[in-house]
Each structure stands twice: as C-alpha cells, then as structure tokens.
C-alpha cells in the first residue's frame, strides 16, 4: 500500500461541520461494530474523547476590518511522528498507508505523546485514563473508502488519496488562489516542513500569513 | 500473522467483558498486519432517504447496520452530492430518548408541559370525537390544519380538506411569505396565487458554480440551509474562484474566511445599500443595454400621471399577455412588437385623445427615481461607506454577467424586506446577469400526479377574507397565514376559531410573537400536535400524537421540495421500523380518516392506500410526470428511482419571464404599479412600499428611532450549519451540540467596543429584554466580537432556549440559555405581504 495522504482546503470550506460530526458519528459505528455498544446507545453520549476533529476559532482585526478563522485540530500523521518513539509502551503504530495509529488497548494513559507532539493533538481522556486522536480511518481506507471526514464534505474541501495525488491537487488549487486572490497560500505539510515532524498524511491549504490562526506553526518542535 | 475471522469475534467478545463501555479498542497488534480486512463493510445495508433535519430533502444514503441505523451519507447519485453536519447527526436525532415515544394527553395547563401516557386508540378517539362533531354542526372551517414536517405528503392536507376546512394553514408568512415571492414574482414572474405573483423559495438559484462575483445579503450559503445544491455549488465557487462581498451586520465565516469581503450594515438597512448601488449603475451605465432591450419591459413607455403604460393591447399570439407603446427614432410610437430597435431611454410629451400625456421610458423612469439615493446618501443610513458601496457597483460591472446579487431564502425580518427583494431582482436584471451562465437561473423541477384528487370547501379561508377586508394584505400568501389565524383568534374574525391541528409546525418557538402566540393557543377548544419531538408549541397541546421521524418511514417521492437547477425526484425509505410506540404518519391520517370520514368517503379516497400501500402512492405519482423533457421522464422508472434513490434531470440556462403582464422580464412592475394605484384609492398609509419605483421605506425599529442608544441592539439571527429551524432533531440533537458548545453557539454576539463600554465582560450571563414586552426576559452568555456591528445583537437560530424555559427539562440536550428573538417580540405585521419582521425591534440587555 502506498503512502496515503488527505487535504483540508480552507478555501472552499464552507464552515459546515460535516467533516466533524461526521467523525463524531463513524466512532459510534466502529464502536457497535466492535460489539462494544450499538450506536443507540453512544448517540446519548457526548464521547468529546472520540471528536478527532474539532475547530478552534480565532478571531483577529478591529471592527469593521475584523474576521474569525475557524482551525481544524487533528492529528497531522507526520512521516516521522514524535509521539511513536516515545511511547513507553509502544501503543502508537504506523499503518502501512502511513496512517499513525494509538492502540487503545495497549495505551496507559501516561500522556507522553500528549507531551510531545509538536501539534498539541492527542487528548487525553480522564474517564477512560488513556490517549486519543485520529487515526485516520485506516480501517476505511485499507478498505478502499474515503476517510469518513472526507465522505462527509459536501464540497470536496477535504479530500483525499495517495500522497502524491493529494499533493499534485494541493499545489493546483494552492497556486490558482494565490492567482485568483492576490493572497498567496499554500499547502502546509506537502513538502517536508522540517526535520522533526516530516512532510504530512493531513496537509492544509491555507494563506501564509493566516498560519498561525490555521495552527500551521512554521518550525513545528517536539514539546 | 494468521488472524481468522473466528479469532477476531472470540477477541471481541472478551473486549466486551473487559473494556469500559464507551472505550474504542483496535485490536490491531502491530503495523505489518493486514488485519483491517476484519472490518467488513459488506454488512452495511444503504437506504436512500430525503434529509428532514432541515427542510430542504437532500437526498442521503443511510448506513443500516444490525438493525440500526449508524451512518448518513450524501446520496451519490445526483449532480450535487453533499450533506452537511445536520445530516450527519440524524441518528443522534433517531435515537434521542427524549422523543415523545407514546400519544400524550394533557394533564396540566396548556403552556405547563404536562402530560400523562395514552394508547393510540384513546388519543385518536379524542380528536375524531372534537372533528366529527365539528363535522355535525358545519363547523368544519373552525378546525385549522397548520403543518410544517408532515410525515404524509399526499394524504394530510387532502385529509382535511375532505373533512372540510378550508384553513390548511402554511409556516410560510414566517419565512419566505410573502417578500421573497412577490419580491421576484413581481420582476421576474411567478404563479398568480389570489392575484399576487408568487415565484417560490425553489424559484432560481444564484449559478455560484459559474458566477465570478457576487453579493451574499441577509443569506450565508454554509451555515444557511440547502446544503443540496447551493452549499454544494457555493463550495465549487469557491474552488472555481468565485469571489464575494457579504453585506451583514455580522460577518458570517460561512461565507469563506479567508478573502470573503465583508461590509458591515446596520440592520434593516439593505434596501438603502441596493438602491445606492443602482444609482450608480445607472450613473456609470453599468447596466447591461442590449439584455434589457432584449429581454425586459425597459422600453416601455410609462404615462408619468398614471404610473401605467401609456398604451397596450392584447398580444395576438399570447391573449394572457399585453404589448405595449415604445418609441423608435425611425417609426416612432408603436407597439413594441413593431420595432427592434425602440428607445431604453427618453422623456416624451405624447399626444393622445386630443391631450398630452408626459411619459418616459422605464428605464428612464427608474433612473431619474434612483438618482436621489446617492451613496453619500445611503452611508449615513445603511453605514456602509459611500466608496465601498460604488467599489462593489464597480466589481459587479466588471464581472458581469457573470455575477448574482443572492436572492436570500428566509426573507421575513424588516418591515422593509420587501423592498430589498424587489430591489434585488431588478438589479440582477439590470446587470444582465438573470438566466445566463455564471448568473441567476430558473429552477427546473418535476412534477408527480397527487395521490388524491380531492375537491376544495366552498367556504373562504380565513385569509381570503383578511385579504379581501385588510388592504395590508394585499401582497400576502393567501397559503401562508400562520400569524394571520392567530391574529383571527384573536380578533374572532371571520369566525369563531376552534381547533388547530399542528403537524410538525412549530408556531410558538418558529415565529415572531410566540409568548402572544401560546396565550392565543389557550383560547382554542382543542389543540392538538403531532410531532415527533417536544417544541414550544407541543407544550400547549392537549393531544400529542407522536410520528416516526423520516428515517422510519417510507414517503411518497419528493417532487417539488428541492432548490435545484436540476429537476429531482426525491426517495425516502424506512431505514428501520418506527422506534417506541411511534407511527409513520400515513398510518395516522388512515386511522384519523376511518374515525372521521363517512364510511363511503373513506372507501373513495383511502381504498388505494389500505391496500397497496405506499406501493399504490407511489403508482399512481409515476402514472402522470410533468414539468421534464419526455427523453428526462423516459428515463424515470419506479425501479431506477428505488435502486438510485433518487433522480435528477438537467440544468439549463436561458432568459425568460414567468408569468409578468408583458411577459417580459419587468423591471418596471405593472403588478406593483397597479397595486399602489389601487391602494392609493383605499388611502393606504405605506404606499411607497407598493411602488414600482425605487423607493427607500425603512425598517419599524427606524421609525421609533433613528439612532440606537447605548444599551440597545436590533436582535439579528443567522442559521448556523449545526442547527435549523426551531425543531428539536437539531436543537435537542447532542451530536450538534458537542460541537456547537465547541463554538458558542448558545450565545449572543454583540460589538466588543460597546460590549466594553456597558461594563460587560466576554461570556458573562446577560438579561435580555424587549422593552415593549418587559415581562419576557430570556438569559444569554455574551460573546463580545469584532464581527458584529455595535447596533445588531447576533444569535443563531433555532439554538437558544429563550423565554420557554419550560421545554429544558423535555428537551435535555439543548442549551439551557440563550436567546429565541421569536419568544419576546409583538404579534407585528409586515406592510402588504402579512410577513414577520421577526428582527425588526429593539431590545436592551443588562448583566444578570
């Protein structure tokens, strides 16, 4: 199985949410398909641990020239992931798609990866006293679906594929708004970004100067 | 790695002993295996359904597992796939055990909210016993039906039609009734209903697409509804490099955040913006010359004393239609069909009977009018900078045709909507830019036979009356009275109202007046509600009858419901069976028509149905297509509907009216202009709101006072993408709610400077108050934000739980504050179309 990469494109996001709730709703099917609790069950529940994909909004400007720009928080699945190594216990995998998996099972809730990852991603859940984030729907995609966030997009704002095909639609899209709009954007994670986390499985076209509200840091370091 | 399937089931079964239940274990042990093959998705089953978590019917394709339902997805199989967050929650919907799971019957007052458990035979007994009495003293006009989120299309209205009311009350005076209509009917055309032309909510679509600009006003098109097909298409915009200028007070992030201008207008000031706009395309000669020759009334010589054409006859080929006088430089006055080259512009003295008759040309008509409203004139109302407001003119100009000035969908807010909407489809004819590529384009849609053929009661509705007594009327929905029959209730006109039968409408939370609403409610004999989840209207009901939400139940195909350039042809089927003692709502209707009808009638209308079932509604909708090309019916069969789940025809372009009294697209309206005559006999006050002439009326809260004070906002509100209309299958959903808290979607938003300068700090408890109603205090957290103007308070729609504190303990997902505008404002009318100008009051707030 070759690399396997997906993009948010802030551009033609329309701030709908689907991406998110539809997240929140395929862990509620792998959990009655894992015949832990059928759905009807979970949907009473808001099981914040399993969201692994949520919006941080920052709003920047004075009134009249003032504007919000709503993040994705989600795990970046770096080509070299800080968090794996450090692992105590080696619970934090990577698929053969390259998708970066916590094992649930095998997870003591130590936080080390909450520690170390240069994102800030993996949350880790009081209840349950394990770690958590996005494993990138590896069982779909190893299944020939589409990750379940990039299902949800009624726009095509996330999409997904091979690492190469996803970057080659990034830098098309990334340099036709950057024409179309007079800002220039680009597509964070395509390429290698630096020594410590690698190039990215979950890229994000966003305008440079709008990095830091994206959560796009320049010189992501381990924590 | 040997790993069996037997060995994966063995594992699980341990998990389920060993883990706590809410944990997500992979029992993948290391990277180099290939055992995510486990998963298998065979076992999924797909069912097509048509989405109710708002209106709109996108078509989706539910995921069946075990016996559940787990997943929603959009349905592949159109032009236009896509579901938003709301379709993604709906098994949260589906399962949320605050449903009403049985028929209720009141036990506390109407209003408290108590009930106790009924069987379904008790509850249906005591409504058919209230009709059939009704039915016996010829008091059948006193029952009104008023649905919303019928569960049976086809069959509900023509129930009680065949009972005998001629009151089935449509929600549209609260959202599209009747501005949105006649604001585009009376430009562009639209069916004559009661005389008013009427172009629906499905009427056109703004081509975002295609189009290279274009101006978002009082719309945002991801948290806004219709996610199929203007969510979709706004998406591809974006990705095609479509670029827009949102006026708002708010700045919506929907709207894209990345270079989405944004020019902040004080409320209920649009019309002022647009009229500045068309001063200076008419200054500038932004208007597009040879489509308005082409296509539209703008030749027209209108008699400057009379306001109506100078001269018309009947069209030979077209007797509904009238040509008119122009003036050609080469032959002089004749009528347009005379001439290809008659004159857009000009001012005439043309003698006639021996008399001299002043005249001008349309065109030239409106832009004399619309020289007045200069930009520098609209800033100090609308405060929005005179050069931004001419640099938008500009950027249309240069993008044109390809660009749209959106239409909006929810128009009922100011006093002045109608205005705006009229404004709004003369400027996108003005630019040239309506039914071409890129622009504005008609809808298509198909039409299915009805399952019942049923006739209508001789006796007149209650609206036909008020609009035949009530010259503020004139341009109302005479389908659309929701507000109206309560104002009936009220007033004891026509006559004694009785009973309302609400079917999935929620009147109390979902319009402006609701507290003034529900006291009405109380001097009905009966009130009864069917709906699937408790609203602030259930709470005043004295019969709950509870249906199965769309995801039990199969429904006849949706033919007329979508916002679509492309005809469709919806498919809802039961994904699984109703939940709790639920019932689909055929079957409610069936049972409430056996109880109520004369054996004989039922026989005639429901035989079919008792015995084929929804089989025999679906039959007979396939045995009469219209609307489509024959080559797009040829390719509609029942097994192709059912297998794709739906089905869509083609998208088309192309110029044309429907249905104007020249049949030309009107940029001078002759229907306005022979209503203000009209009205202008009957002394109406507000007679520039009739006008076919650019017209500044401004908004109620204007007329109390020009300027706000310190502590007083005009309570704005916008749909976000993770709630709808006031239902609680959003409201109450928590799979919504985890990530609306995420947002602050419970809150209000004012303007952090004057947020500052009362004293109040960034998410504070706030008291808000309608000073006209003081006694309706609702509590909100306050967001303070740069992206609201100082005089609007923002919240979304549908979320907060406002003054009907009482729904908190039925509805224990929902927000337990926040602000509903529809709670604390009066029973007001909006001139001439009986709208609600639900935004248009002042309120105040105060830290709690």
């Given at each position: 199985?070759?690399?396997?990469?997906?993009?948010?494109?802030?551009?033609?996001?329309?701030?709908?949410?689907?991406?998110?709730?539809?997240?929140?709703?395929?862990?509620?099917?792998?959990?009655?398909?894992?015949?832990?609790?059928?759905?009807?069950?979970?949907?009473?529940?808001?099981?914040?641990?399993?969201?692994?994909?949520?919006?941080?909004?920052?709003?920047?400007?004075?009134?009249?020239?003032?504007?919000?720009?709503?993040?994705?928080?989600?795990?970046?699945?770096?080509?070299?992931?800080?968090?794996?190594?450090?692992?105590?216990?080696?619970?934090?995998?990577?698929?053969?798609?390259?998708?970066?998996?916590?094992?649930?099972?095998?997870?003591?809730?130590?936080?080390?990866?909450?520690?170390?990852?240069?994102?800030?991603?993996?949350?880790?859940?009081?209840?349950?006293?394990?770690?958590?984030?996005?494993?990138?729907?590896?069982?779909?995609?190893?299944?020939?679906?589409?990750?379940?966030?990039?299902?949800?997009?009624?726009?095509?704002?996330?999409?997904?594929?091979?690492?190469?095909?996803?970057?080659?639609?990034?830098?098309?899209?990334?340099?036709?708004?950057?024409?179309?709009?007079?800002?220039?954007?680009?597509?964070?994670?395509?390429?290698?970004?630096?020594?410590?986390?690698?190039?990215?499985?979950?890229?994000?076209?966003?305008?440079?100067?709008?990095?830091?509200?994206?959560?796009?840091?320049?010189?992501?370091?381990?924590? | 790695?040997?790993?069996?399937?037997?060995?994966?089931?063995?594992?699980?079964?341990?998990?389920?002993?060993?883990?706590?239940?809410?944990?997500?274990?992979?029992?993948?042990?290391?990277?180099?295996?290939?055992?995510?093959?486990?998963?298998?998705?065979?076992?999924?089953?797909?069912?097509?359904?048509?989405?109710?978590?708002?209106?709109?019917?996108?078509?989706?394709?539910?995921?069946?597992?075990?016996?559940?339902?787990?997943?929603?997805?959009?349905?592949?199989?159109?032009?236009?796939?896509?579901?938003?967050?709301?379709?993604?929650?709906?098994?949260?919907?589906?399962?949320?055990?605050?449903?009403?799971?049985?028929?209720?019957?009141?036990?506390?007052?109407?209003?408290?909210?108590?009930?106790?458990?009924?069987?379904?035979?008790?509850?249906?007994?005591?409504?058919?016993?209230?009709?059939?009495?009704?039915?016996?003293?010829?008091?059948?006009?006193?029952?009104?039906?008023?649905?919303?989120?019928?569960?049976?299309?086809?069959?509900?209205?023509?129930?009680?039609?065949?009972?005998?009311?001629?009151?089935?009350?449509?929600?549209?005076?609260?959202?599209?009734?009747?501005?949105?209509?006649?604001?585009?009917?009376?430009i562009?055309?639209?069916?004559?209903?009661?005389?008013?032309?009427?172009?629906?909510?499905?009427?056109?679509?703004s081509d975002?697409?295609?189009a290279s600009y274009g101006l978002l006003m009082?719309?945002?098109?991801?948290?806004?509804?219709?996610?199929?097909?203007?969510?979709?298409?706004?998406?591809?915009?974006?990705?095609?490099?479509?670029k827009v200028t949102?006026v708002?007070?708010?700045?919506?992030?929907?709207?894209?955040?990345?270079?989405?201008e944004?020019l902040?207008?004080?409320?209920?000031?649009d019309p002022a913006f647009l009229l500045a706009l068309m001063n200076i395309i008419f200054k500038k000669g932004y208007y597009d010359a040879p489509y308005l020759l082409k296509h539209t009334n703008a030749p027209?010589?209108?008699?400057?004393?009379?306001?109506?054409?100078?001269?018309?006859?009947?069209?030979?080929?077209?007797?509904?239609?009238?040509?008119?006088?122009?003036?050609?430089?080469?032959?002089?006055?004749?009528?347009?069909?005379?001439?290809?080259?008659?004159a857009l512009l000009g001012?005439?003295?043309?003698?006639?009977?021996?008399?001299?008759?002043?005249?001008?040309t349309s065109l030239q008509y409106l832009m004399d009018e619309s020289e007045q409203y200069t930009p520098a004139w609209a800033e100090?109302?609308?405060?929005v900078p005179a050069a931004r407001i001419i640099a938008v003119a500009e950027k249309l100009n240069r993008h044109k045709p390809r660009v749209f000035v959106d239409?909006?969908?929810?128009?009922?807010?100011?006093?002045?909507?109608?205005?705006?909407?009229l404004l709004i489809s003369t400027l996108n004819v003005l630019l040239g830019c309506f039914g071409v590529e890129g622009g504005v384009?008609?809808?298509?849609?198909?039409?299915?036979?009805?399952?019942?053929?049923?006739?209508?009661?001789?006796?007149?509705?209650?609206?036909?009356?008020?609009?035949?007594?009530?010259?503020?009327?004139?341009?109302?929905?005479?389908?659309?009275?929701?507000?109206?029959?309560?104002?009936?209730?009220?007033?004891?006109?026509?006559?004694?109202?009785?009973?309302?039968?609400?079917?999935?409408?929620?009147?109390?939370?979902?319009?402006?007046?609701?507290?003034?609403?529900?006291?009405?409610?109380?001097?009905?004999?009966?009130?009864?509600?069917?709906?699937?989840?408790?609203?602030?209207?259930?709470?005043?009901?004295?019969?709950?009858?509870?249906?199965?939400?769309?995801?039990?139940?199969?429904?006849?195909?949706?033919?007329?419901?979508?916002?679509?350039?492309?005809?469709?042809?919806?498919?809802?089927?039961?994904?699984?069976?109703?939940?709790?003692?639920?019932?689909?709502?055929?079957?409610?209707?069936?049972?409430?028509?056996?109880?109520?009808?004369?054996?004989?009638?039922?026989?005639?209308?429901?035989?079919?149905?008792?015995?084929?079932?929804?089989?025999?509604?679906?039959?007979?909708?396939?045995?009469?297509?219209?609307?489509?090309?024959?080559?797009?019916?040829?390719?509609?069969?029942?097994?192709?509907?059912?297998?794709?789940?739906?089905?869509?025809?083609?998208?088309?372009?192309?110029v044309?009216?429907?249905?104007?009294?020249?049949?030309?697209l009107?940029v001078y309206?002759?229907?306005?202009?022979?209503?203000?005559?009209?009205?202008?006999?009957?002394?109406?006050?507000?007679?520039?709101?009739?006008?076919?002439l650019p017209?500044?009326?401004?908004?109620?809260?204007?007329?109390?006072?020009?300027?706000?004070?310190?502590?007083?906002?005009?309570?704005?509100?916008?749909?976000?993408?993770?709630?709808?209309?006031?239902?609680?299958?959003?409201?109450?959903?928590?799979?919504?709610?985890?990530?609306?808290?995420?947002?602050?979607?419970?809150?209000?938003?004012?303007?952090?400077?004057?947020?500052?300068?009362?004293?109040?700090?960034?998410?504070?408890?706030?008291?808000?108050?309608?000073?006209?109603?003081?006694?309706?205090?609702?509590?909100?957290?306050?967001?303070?934000?740069?992206?609201?103007?100082?005089?609007?308070?923002?919240?979304?729609?549908?979320?907060?739980?406002?003054?009907?504190?009482?729904?908190?303990?039925?509805?224990?997902?929902?927000?337990?504050?926040?602000?509903?505008?529809?709670?604390?404002?009066?029973?007001?009318?909006?001139?001439?179309?009986?709208?609600?100008?639900?935004?248009?009051?002042?309120?105040?707030?105060?830290?709690?």
């Amino acid at each position: 199985m070759s690399r396997i990469a997906q993009c948010y494109d802030s551009q033609s996001c329309i701030r709908c949410f689907s991406c998110m709730v539809g997240c929140g709703a395929e862990n509620r099917v792998r959990l009655q398909r894992d015949k832990k609790r059928p759905v009807d069950k979970t949907v009473t529940d808001t099981l914040a641990h399993l969201l692994y994909l949520t919006p941080t909004v920052t709003e920047s400007g004075v009134f009249p020239d003032a504007r919000r720009i709503t993040a994705f928080n989600h795990c970046r699945h770096c080509e070299t992931p800080q968090c794996k190594p450090d692992c105590p216990v080696s619970a934090i995998i990577t698929r053969p798609g390259g998708s970066v998996v916590i094992l649930e099972e095998k997870c003591i809730g130590c936080q080390t990866c909450v520690g170390v990852c240069p994102f800030h991603v993996p949350v880790y859940s009081k209840e349950m006293d394990k770690s958590y984030k996005c494993i990138q729907c590896f069982d779909r995609t190893e299944n020939g679906l589409k990750q379940a966030c990039v299902t949800a997009c009624p726009t095509g704002a996330l999409f997904s594929g091979t690492h190469e095909e996803v970057v080659a639609e990034a830098r098309k899209r990334s340099d036709f708004y950057s024409k179309s709009t007079g800002i220039t954007f680009m597509v964070y994670g395509g390429d290698k970004i630096n020594s410590v986390v690698g190039s990215l499985g979950w890229m994000t076209i966003a305008p440079i100067l709008d990095a830091t509200p994206y959560l796009l840091p320049v010189n992501p370091q381990k924590s | 790695m040997e790993f069996t399937r037997r060995d994966f089931l063995k594992l699980t079964t341990t998990a389920t002993l060993l883990c706590p239940l809410s944990s997500l274990t992979f029992f993948i042990k290391d990277a180099a295996a290939d055992d995510a093959l486990l998963f298998d998705f065979s076992k999924e089953k797909k069912v097509p359904l048509a989405c109710r978590m708002c209106a709109q019917s996108c078509p989706l394709m539910a995921t069946v597992l075990d016996g559940r339902l787990v997943r929603m997805e959009a349905n592949p199989n159109t032009p236009y796939a896509g579901a938003c967050g709301r379709a993604m929650a709906a098994v949260s919907a589906l399962y949320n055990p605050n449903r009403i799971k049985s028929p209720l019957i009141r036990v506390g007052e109407r209003g408290e909210g108590k009930f106790r458990k009924a069987t379904w035979d008790e509850a249906l007994e005591v409504v058919a016993k209230k009709m059939v009495e009704l039915r016996a003293v010829g008091e059948a006009r006193s029952l009104a039906y008023l649905p919303r989120f019928n569960s049976a299309p086809g069959m509900d209205k023509e129930f009680f039609t065949i009972f005998g009311t001629p009151n089935v009350v449509g929600y549209g005076d609260s959202c599209f009734g009747n501005a949105l209509q006649v604001g585009l009917g009376a430009i562009c055309g639209g069916k004559a209903d009661h005389g008013v032309p009427s172009a629906s909510t499905t009427a056109t679509s703004s081509d975002y697409e295609k189009a290279s600009y274009g101006l978002l006003m009082g719309r945002n098109p991801g948290g806004g509804l219709v996610t199929y097909t203007w969510g979709v298409s706004f998406g591809r915009g974006k990705k095609n490099g479509l670029k827009v200028t949102v006026v708002d007070p708010r700045k919506p992030s929907e709207a894209g955040e990345n270079d989405a201008e944004w020019l902040p207008i004080r409320p209920g000031t649009d019309p002022a913006f647009l009229l500045a706009l068309m001063n200076i395309i008419f200054k500038k000669g932004y208007y597009d010359a040879p489509y308005l020759l082409k296509h539209t009334n703008a030749p027209m010589l209108v008699d400057l004393a009379t306001g109506l054409p100078v001269k018309t006859r009947e069209k030979q080929d077209k007797k509904e239609e009238v040509d008119y006088l122009v003036f050609d430089t080469v032959k002089g006055y004749v009528y347009s069909n005379e001439t290809e080259t008659p004159a857009l512009l000009g001012s005439y003295l043309i003698e006639q009977d021996g008399g001299k008759i002043q005249a001008k040309t349309s065109l030239q008509y409106l832009m004399d009018e619309s020289e007045q409203y200069t930009p520098a004139w609209a800033e100090k109302i609308c405060d929005v900078p005179a050069a931004r407001i001419i640099a938008v003119a500009e950027k249309l100009n240069r993008h044109k045709p390809r660009v749209f000035v959106d239409r909006g969908y929810r128009s009922e807010r100011y006093a002045s909507s109608l205005r705006e909407k009229l404004l709004i489809s003369t400027l996108n004819v003005l630019l040239g830019c309506f039914g071409v590529e890129g622009g504005v384009l008609w809808n298509r849609s198909a039409s299915l036979k009805g399952f019942m053929h049923v006739e209508k009661p001789k006796e007149e509705s209650i609206m036909a009356w008020y609009m035949k007594n009530d010259p503020n009327l004139k341009m109302a929905s005479a389908g659309n009275y929701r507000r109206t029959y309560i104002r009936s209730i009220l007033e004891g006109k026509p006559y004694p109202a009785r009973v309302a039968v609400f079917y999935g409408q929620n009147i109390v939370g979902g319009s402006s007046g609701g507290a003034i609403i529900g006291e009405a409610l109380k001097k009905l004999e009966m009130v009864v509600a069917i709906s699937p989840f408790f609203n602030e209207t259930t709470l005043f009901a004295d019969v709950i009858l509870p249906d199965a939400t769309f995801m039990e139940r199969d429904e006849a195909f949706n033919d007329n419901g979508y916002k679509s350039p492309v005809p469709t042809i919806g498919v809802n089927r039961a994904a699984i069976a109703p939940l709790f003692d639920t019932k689909n709502g055929y079957w409610i209707i069936s049972q409430l028509a056996k109880r109520v009808l004369k054996p004989e009638e039922f026989q005639k209308y429901f035989s079919e149905y008792m015995e084929k079932g929804i089989q025999g509604i679906w039959e007979k909708q396939l045995s009469a297509i219209g609307g489509i090309s024959d080559e797009e019916k040829a390719g509609i069969t029942m097994e192709t509907l059912l297998a794709k789940g739906v089905w869509t025809g083609k998208k088309k372009y192309g110029v044309s009216s429907k249905g104007t009294p020249t049949g030309k697209l009107e940029v001078y309206s002759l229907y306005m202009a022979k209503s203000f005559n009209e009205l202008k006999v009957k002394k109406y006050a507000r007679l520039d709101q009739a006008s076919p002439l650019p017209r500044w009326t401004p908004p109620f809260w204007m007329e109390k006072k020009q300027i706000l004070g310190g502590n007083e906002f005009i309570p704005i509100t916008g749909f976000s993408a993770l709630s709808s209309f006031t239902g609680a299958q959003t409201k109450d959903n928590l799979l919504l709610r985890t990530l609306g808290n995420k947002l602050d979607l419970d809150a209000v938003f004012i303007n952090k400077t004057k947020g500052r300068t009362l004293g109040l700090k960034d998410g504070e408890m706030v008291e808000i108050i309608n000073p006209d109603l003081p006694a309706l205090k609702s509590t909100a957290r306050v967001i303070l934000s740069e992206t609201v103007h100082p005089d609007a308070l923002f919240s979304f729609y549908g979320i907060g739980a406002g003054y009907f504190t009482g729904l908190n303990s039925l509805l224990t997902n929902a927000a337990k504050t926040g602000f509903n505008p529809n709670h604390v404002s009066e029973l007001q009318f909006s001139p001439l179309t009986g709208g609600m100008p639900s935004q248009d009051f002042i309120v105040t707030i105060r830290k709690v």
